[in-house]
């Protein structure tokens, strides 16, 4: 019986460190999208992972998170397709020059992003080929000691 209960008592101990650390992370997350808005860096998962320092997957995993960041996405979205609206009226080739030359340096930003993530991501694939080999050296050795 008491065994028991102190199985209850370290299961429920380890909930609620792991409750905790959740909602660190979260919080964590939550400064990431604050500092990006407040350096006004495009909002994406992969810009928030790479502030927070985690997996783009990891951001996809928490619905919660996720609909916040779609949310802000769209909201952002709004804002400049209200922006561009409100500009466009007078048709004035300044105005459309000076919408077009802003959409092309986030364009840019954003492409510069995505380079630098691209290669990051080539990085991790070269080791995961290099993981691999070793993986099927290590079978082969295994299955030579095996076999003897």
């Given at each position: 019986?008491?065994?028991?209960?102190?199985?209850?008592?370290?299961?429920?101990?380890?909930?609620?460190?792991?409750?905790?650390?959740?909602?660190?992370?979260?919080?964590?997350?939550?400064?990431?999208?604050?500092?990006?808005?407040?350096?006004?860096?495009?909002?994406?998962?992969?810009?928030?992972?790479?502030?927070?320092?985690?997996?783009?997957?990891?951001?996809?995993?928490?619905?919660?998170?996720?609909?916040?960041?779609?949310?802000?996405?769209?909201?952002?979205?709004?804002?400049?397709?209200?922006?561009?609206?409100?500009?466009?009226?007078?048709h004035?080739?300044?105005?459309?020059?000076?919408?077009?030359?802003?959409?092309?340096?986030?364009?840019?930003?954003?492409?510069?992003?995505?380079?630098?993530?691209?290669?990051?991501?080539?990085?991790?694939v070269?080791?995961?080929?290099?993981?691999?080999?070793?993986?099927?050296?290590?079978?082969?050795?295994l299955?030579?000691?095996?076999?003897?």
């Open positions: 019986m008491a065994k028991n209960h102190n199985r209850d008592k370290q299961a429920e101990v380890l909930r609620r460190t792991q409750a905790q650390r959740k909602e660190q992370k979260k919080e964590q997350v939550l400064k990431a999208i604050q500092e990006i808005l407040a350096q006004k860096q495009p909002l994406t998962f992969a810009n928030i992972a790479n502030v927070n320092g985690c997996s783009i997957s990891y951001l996809y995993k928490w619905d919660d998170i996720k609909a916040y960041i779609h949310n802000i996405q769209h909201e952002k979205e709004t804002q400049l397709n209200l922006l561009e609206q409100k500009d466009l009226k007078p004035s080739l300044k105005t459309l020059h000076k919408v077009a030359r802003q959409r092309i340096r986030q364009l840019e930003a954003e492409i510069r992003e995505l380079k630098h993530q691209n290669e990051k991501l080539k990085g991790h070269a080791e995961i080929y290099e993981l691999r080999d070793e993986c099927d050296r290590l079978r082969s050795q299955q030579h000691f095996a076999s003897k």
